[in-house]
């Protein structure tokens, strides 16, 4: 699972739940489905706690960058004496 995609884990854990829902499979299959998903679950969690953090160190270093570029401009528009 670990070279699967996102979108295709979460496709997969949508259609299991259907298939838990619909009802109409033996408790056996619904074990080993429901067992499957919640791999599946924790998988999705897992890459979009991964997702979350880049955005907030990317979210970050761009409120550094401006930092830095505004402190630039501060001391470029302070007038000559």
Same mark, same amino acid.
């Given at each position: 699972m670990t070279t699967m995609k996102f979108e /295709? &884990?979460? /496709?997969?854990l949508e &259609?299991?739940?259907?298939q838990l829902e619909d009802g109409q499979i033996d408790l @056996? /299959?619904?074990?080993? *489905?429901?067992?499957?998903g919640i791999g599946l679950a924790r998988f999705c969690a897992? /890459? *979009?706690q991964e997702a979350e953090q880049k955005i907030e160190l990317l979210s970050r270093e761009h409120e550094?960058?401006?930092a830095e570029e505004e &402190? %630039?401009? %501060? @001391?470029e528009?302070?007038?000559q004496k």
């Open positions: /295709k &884990a979460l /496709k997969r &259609a299991i739940v259907d @056996e /299959k619904s074990l080993q *489905l429901f067992e499957e897992g /890459k *979009l550094d960058l401006f &402190a %630039d401009d %501060d @001391e528009e302070e007038p």
